[in-house]
């Protein structure tokens, strides 16, 4: 019901942008926002962003990674500039209705590598 777009292979110091549409079915999102997962690491919270457009950031991304949404689309977009090897990871989509449940995308793999 969510699915993802955008992941594949940059250089160190470039630039990726990730989206991720909800199916139309998933209604009163309250929130939506982007996991990561390093090989041997537990998932992460990268960014997230309620439908009144707060934003909050993992310590590591910040200045880096813009989360931004366009609501009527039910679609998130998480812009990563100046990456690192160690932004190297799957990422998740997710989206949080005003109940409290939620809804993951399928993941895709990003990869920073020279």
């Known amino acids: 019901q969510l699915q993802a777009f955008g992941g594949g292979l940059v250089q160190p110091g470039g630039s990726l942008r990730l989206s991720c549409a909800a199916s139309?079915?998933?209604?009163?999102?309250?929130?939506m926002g982007w996991y990561r997962q390093s090989q041997g690491k537990q998932r992460e919270l990268v960014a997230s962003?309620?439908?009144?457009?707060?934003?909050n950031y993992a310590d590591s991304v910040k200045d880096r990674f813009t989360i931004s949404a366009d609501n009527a689309k039910n679609t998130v977009y998480l812009q990563m500039n100046s990456r690192k090897p160690e932004d190297t990871a799957v990422y998740y989509c997710?989206?949080?209705?005003?109940?409290?449940?939620?809804?993951w995308g399928q993941g895709t793999l990003v990869t920073v590598s020279s």
């Open positions: 997710y989206a949080q209705t005003r109940w409290w449940d939620n809804y």
């Open positions: 139309r079915s998933i209604t009163n999102i309250n929130a």
């Open positions: 962003i309620t439908v009144g457009g707060s934003t």
